[in-house]
């Protein structure tokens, strides 16, 4: 059974550091970074939305971590590199659809400001 856990990492983003744990009523230990992990290895096009509640939760996560001084690297660095192959398959999906050379800068604006608030090298 797939589980989608992106609405729980929403949820929890906000309210707890990234380097939260805790057990389950099973005695598993879970965490933010667990959660991050288990996002960040699906498949954004198979998942509801296209992936877009998967995206948010890494991202969310992936703020919050960088604003508590955390590092890109591990978990984190699977999650950011997962957010920017997504941002570029968008960028390709919509030169094709118009015929495109670049992505407009109003679009690319858009791409760029819903992954973790970082530049991502543009719409080229």
């Given amino acids: 059974l797939q589980r989608e856990y992106s609405w729980t990492l929403i949820g929890l983003t906000t309210y ?4 939260a744990e805790w057990t389950a009523a099973d005695g598993a230990t879970w965490s933010i970074e ?3 992990a288990i996002e960040a290895e699906q498949d954004l096009g198979a998942s509801a939305c296209g992936g877009t509640h998967r ?3 890494m991202s969310m ?3 919050q971590h960088l604003a508590e001084g955390g590092k ?3 978990v984190w660095q ?3 590199r ?3 192959e997504y941002q570029e398959e968008i960028r390709q999906k919509i030169k094709d659809m118009y015929g495109l050379e670049r992505v407009p800068d109003e679009i690319e604006d858009y791409i760029q400001a819903a992954a973790a608030g970082r530049s991502s090298g543009g719409g080229g």
Avoid: F, H, K, Y
């Fill in 55 to 57: 995206l948010i939760g």
């Fill in 72 to 74: 890109i690297e591990g």
């Fill in 82 to 84: 997962r957010i920017r």
């Fill in 34 to 36: 667990r959660l991050v």
């Fill in 16 to 19: 707890l550091p990234t380097s």
């Fill in 61 to 63: 996560a992936l703020n």
């Fill in 78 to 80: 699977d999650a950011d």
